[in-house]
């Protein structure tokens, strides 16, 4: 197993490296963005209408943090069951999503798209959002505040801790 370093802007790059099993220090912009979130966007898609981030090259958590305390940058922040998206991450990997951030494994269709689009899913640990929210920088809602918790977020990443939950090649840590 491998540990890197890396900045979203250069996920694409680094995915043909990445294994199932290396350990991530991510840092730069990550978008939040679950089950509710998700559904507006594939409607704004099918309209053709703009969205609230470019989906190309994007990092997406799937996380809806708790409300920011006095004096930090965001509340608890820990990942969501991935598979919640999963009927909307095969087509957000087509059209460009570089990464994901969650829990838990994924379907076929999604680990199928990860390959074909050269995209990595990426596994934060549960059960541990007021730690990770220590490596969160910056939170600002973008799209969607009606939905709360669930709006769309812009973070900022700073050494975030990861692991390659499912890489390029379509290596898995749920097939262990």
């Known amino acids: 197993m491998a540990e890197y370093k890396i900045n979203t802007s250069k996920i694409k790059e680094f995915a043909e490296k990445l294994r199932a099993g290396d350990t991530v220090l991510l840092s730069g912009t990550v978008y939040t963005s679950r089950d509710a979130a998700h559904k507006r966007i594939k409607e704004l898609i099918d309209k053709g209408q ?3 981030y470019d989906l190309n090259g994007a990092s997406i958590y799937y996380a809806g943090p708790t409300p920011t305390p006095e004096g930090l940058a965001i509340g608890s922040c820990g990942p969501t069951t991935s598979s919640r998206m999963d009927k909307f991450a095969p087509e957000f990997l087509d059209l460009g999503l570089a990464a994901m951030i969650g829990k838990g494994p994924r379907s076929k269709e999604v680990i199928d798209a990860i ?6 899913y990426f596994c934060a640990v549960g059960g541990a959002g007021a730690v990770a929210s220590k490596c969160i920088t910056s939170c600002e809602v973008i799209a969607f505040e009606d939905l709360g918790c669930e709006s769309v977020k812009r973070l900022e990443f700073k050494d975030f801790p990861l692991i390659v939950g499912i890489d390029c090649h379509g290596n898995s840590l749920f097939n262990i």
């Open 50 to 52: 703009p969205l609230p």
């Open 115 to 120: 390959i074909r689009n050269g995209a990595v």
